[in-house]
């Protein structure tokens, strides 16, 4: 059985449904190829209709879900709150997506003569892969678990989704799959466009599901690693979308330590303790200038570390990874302990307490370089611009880096945005990487173990290009051709298209 | 010693080079991440303008090419011919998509609030991945190998390319290197933008090198298997774009064959003869109506292959792989050997000969369904709509499907697009898949086996992305962005941009 877990109080609070069986798993899996034509046959307006109810579905029901959801990961019901709204935001966001049509990334080459003699006529457009499956997040039981991002750039993408319901909320994505069927329901949508499996055997068992064609996957390195190698030594090898593991380095520029450095170590104190520090964008490494400026900031920077409580982690295997890590990385060789938060002791449950850890920067290796899932800051001094750029080296490819400066620090941001670019897959200026819009432009990926595909986001309006492969019509007649290759379409079908070489907007 | 061979005689000809070292992959790849800074550097023009010089090159030495690799491939100078000229047609078609810049994919979302806040500034565009390996095929030795479509679109992206040269073709290869490296040099290019290396070792090596940030490859489901095992086991696994086999069914539906028996036999016979059969694209089985009509089209079918005289195929390994396909097929149960082409016993060297087999469909199964490199051509009936569906499933993805219908087929003909298009990359409508137009529109791949990853093409416009991964820029002042990037570019640097979700053409 699936146990739902109380992390406030460490205890089992209700079995919410048995572990589901390989059988059970291979059903689903006819079931999504059922609903899987159904979907894609509902074409771009009704899918968008659909995602549009299910946000309705999962805003009618706010409150339970918000109440279940906090009882299971402590995340408190205002951040639960908040999440709730950018996944009903998010469904929504990927139905405009789908009205406007550009995803399909259409290109028509009427016949012609080429140099290499005469070409024919070739239609390009991208249609779904088929079943997906898509892993819950810990850490977001909304926006990257059953409703999240994948799920709904998926279903936009017309694929049929089983999601492996993650072990630290398995009350909440039960009813969140339920709001998600009444979506689909009052959309005509077929039966089984989103389904469920428990239980860790049950996820390895759909990653080699024949059916599935794809997997998006947020989690751990050792887990995310695990299925991928599943993934990709299947009999038909599958895309693997996992965001594993980023320790987000963070560089205070020395005209930013010394002009603000009080602002600097609020901010950073907030971004790498905010929800527990569970956020795979943390920032887990900061770079501080040696000298006076550098020294006042790290200062600022343990006062505010102390004065910040200990709080609940969202289950009894997050908690028990920190401390452990955080011991580990504690105790190696040139680390000291700076400042860490209040009251771990006195406290019941599955607790993180804040740490602020320094290390010689001759030391920065191994354990101190790997996230460390939790409210952990690792700092170290640098004393020359080629220093910084060799620890930034050495810390590696990332979701994120960020850069703090002052416009007396160009010369040294214009070399760290050109060393960063090849290693990260968003950099942030005086900004924090925790909070990750919904947007067009956002991209949430990086070089490997960031994500296990640098190619693709799992956020924003391209997330969908993951559940899409292309397909060319040649010489297909009009009247067999999907309505949005046509010449001519309808007004309802018309979308963003290079025609002949060149771009025609609708 | 890596030997080049002539075909037409069997027999070796001259030493090309010695395989190549693990050290010296080293160094190259090494070398190869100095080189992708400065072509990154260059920007969109530089490259383009690189990619014009090197097409120029390659024309240079066109009768030296052509004589060469048609001694190590036979493929004959008319052939090489028009494959050069694809070739460099390639090079300067990937100029345009540069000029284009739309592959950069820019979305910039200006800062604003949303429902779950104020979002920050974000500009998002992709990048070039590093350095990457190809891997030559044998049949291409122009537009798959050294100078092909997988080394023009990873410049173009800005990625340095280390080939790996097939054995078929090493003195080729070599040419080909000092052409694209001539181009490099007058465009001002760094050195090493283009590398090689020799033996089936050092390819293995690539591929495991850590410096390599993606593989493109085109060649048999075992080597590709062996090669994605490679790269998807890496510490940090990395993109393999593998173009491994496909059948590649084609459909004649019983009006088009009542109608036009001939036209269709004729087109049938050159299409899988075509370059002996050694194309990706072949058609393996033909699937035609049960009935006198059907009757009719495969006699003329037979009668064409009788007509056709065997031909050199490209190396000693693919004609005995064909030898001994072909003869385990032709003697599978329910098999029927229909024509046979002219005089294969009378020849020396590497021959294939044209073979026309049909076979039960109940006996369609095992390794007839799997792709034979060579110029057989299997062929079964079917009775209705519903056995052909089945046989198609049966026959499974492929890059492409053929249908000969007219429009009394209607019906069927929908039923069929409607199938494969879940199945294959590219529908081919009244004619034949070999011959893959150079154009915005075209897309060559499909679901494994046909190639590793269904989501990306290795011809056409948007082969390119396959070497590019995002970045978000958040907050980044103009003055460190890149030129495409600004609120208001320059003229040169404007291309098509999503800006706040509104598509804007330059």
Redesign the interface.
Known sequence: MVTSFDPRTASSVEEVAAASSSDEVAALGERAVAAASALDAMGRAGRAAMLRKMADALEERRDDLVAIADRESALGPARLG?EL??TT?QLRFFA?VLE?G?YL?I???HAGT????P??D???ML?P??PVAVFGASNFPFAFSVPGGDTASALAAGCPVIVKAHEAHPATSLVCAQALAEGARRSGAPEGVVQLVFGQAAGAVLVEEPRI?AVGFTGSVAGGRAL??LA??RP????FYGELGALNALVVCPAAAADRPAEIATGLAGSFTLGVGQFCTKPGLALVPEGASGDALLQLLAEDVRARVSAVMLSERVAAAFHKTSVDIAGAPGVRRLAEGIGAEVNEGWWGTPLLLEVDPDELSGPLLEECFGPVLVAARYRSARQLLELLDRAGPALTASIHADPAD?QL??EL?GAL??K????????YPTGV???????H?G???AT??????SV???AI??W??????????E??LPPELVDDPLAAHRV?R?V??Q?V?P
Chains 1, 2 share one sequence.
């Open positions: 908040g709204t950018r935001f405009e406007d550009a990334e290109a028509i080459d080429t140099p290499m003699g070409r024919p070739l239609r390009r249609r892969l088929g064609q991928y190698d990709t030594g038909s090898p599958i895309p160009d941001a214009e945005v670019v090849t990260v897959g968003r950099i942030v200026w005086n900004a819009a919904v947007s067009w432009a956002m991209h990926g070089p490997w173990p296990t595909d640098a190619l693709h986001t924003g309006a391209s290009r993951r899409l492969r292309p397909v060319a019509y040649q010489d297909v007649p009247r067999l963003p290079r002949d070489g771009f907007l």
